[in-house]
């Protein structure tokens, strides 16, 4: 009894080690994903400035286009704020 009881505990304990492992995998991405969406607006910017001379960009359809990658940009930071009040 005393090794089976052992050996169900050894199962879970690498259930566990393993997830311990995925957990460091996904934050240690999502410090990637942070570093990158500190620059992306910035990026933007850049690229819409390049883009959108002499009214290039009056058009409706393109000002919704820049709006909706800045707005996407801005919510994934949110998020990112989010993940790391609730590791705190």
Do not use: H
């Amino acid at each position: 009894m005393a090794d089976k009881l052992e050996s169900e505990l050894m199962a879970w304990s690498k259930i566990f080690s393993n997830i311990e492992v995925l957990f460091d995998q996904v934050f240690k991405a999502l410090d990637e994903v942070d570093k990158n969406l500190k620059t992306l607006p910035a990026k933007i910017t850049v690229i819409q400035d390049r883009i959108c001379k002499d009214n290039a960009c009056a058009d409706q359809a393109v000002k919704n286009f820049v709006q909706n990658g800045k707005s996407l940009v801005l919510a994934c930071y949110r998020a990112r704020i989010q993940i790391d009040k609730c590791n705190s």
